[in-house]
């Protein structure tokens, strides 16, 4: 079967570039300083834990941005690691996961958040710092609470509107702290900065399918799989056919040319922001090439780039995102 990726349409991304505008005015919610420089520390050594033990790739590429501002980026991950891990967590029920979410929501997002709660305290220095609206927060936290009732994804615009909530959002907030390169605007680097979220988001989709239907979700949108020939029974048997591969071959041929197309956005980042940029860009991008060398086998492996497959990579990155 062969399928040709048609180009990007305007609804979807007309859509989602109407969600992140109304997201830009930070409102009356600047968190007030804080005064205690220790606790700040203390509150940013917990993100870069959380980070390590969760988000590898992501580590060694916020570790090629200059302190401040990779301390920035590290805190708006942990942020979002803790929102994932409320609801990804599986000893708990759906109503007690929403509660904890809403919990986490007001503590996150106070601008006077709990002392005791490093990462919260670490975010909203951020937030102060870098002007990051928290109206990107309450869109990444809406996104990832559809996640407690897992529904199902009938087209690509549908899917691509839950990828922009949980990830897009990630990239548009880097902005802010990572800053635009003179003589570009965020206003110009906005469509940019989405398409590379919805890359990022697509490949951790791609290489978790078999992990998160046996977590109760599916992600591929309905109508793709049905072109494909494809059903519900044949992501339970996790068997890799000819139909699989199909659809896998055009799923990985529009996240690359997400990945292209979102290129321009390394080029807008601040100078001294723009390698780490590049990189995880490279190396999430890089999953996918792990993806097709297993045979497009996403139910039975995790697809992953070793260590020496990062480091090998990161020297061409350097040259490119110069």
Known sequence: ????????????????LALAQEARTPAADTPAPISDRLL???????????????????????????QAKRRGIRALYAFCRITDGIVDCEQAAAPAKEAALAAWRARALSPAPPLDDLVAVALADTRRRYHV?????????AGVARDLYPARYQTFADLATYAYRVASTVGIMSLRIIGVAPGCSEQEALPYAIKLGLALQLTNI???????????????????????????????GGQVDTRWRALMRFQIERTRTLYREAWPCVAMFDRDGRFAVAAACALYRAILDDIEAHDYDVFNRRAHIGAWGKLRRLPGVWIRSR
């Open 206 to 236: 791609l290489r978790d399918v078999g992990e998160d239907w046996r977590a109760g979700r599916v992600y591929l949108p309905t109508d793709e799989l049905a072109a494909f020939g494809l059903c519900d029974e044949d992501l339970a």
């Open 40 to 66: 700040c520390e203390r509150a940013y050594r917990r993100c870069d834990a959380v980070i390590a033990e969760h988000g590898r790739t992501f580590y060694l590429a916020s570790r090629l941005a200059p």
């Open 1 to 16: 079967m062969t399928t040709t990726y048609p180009r990007q349409t305007a609804r979807w991304e007309g859509a989602l």
């Open 133 to 141: 609206p928290a109206s990107y927060c309450e869109q990444l936290i």
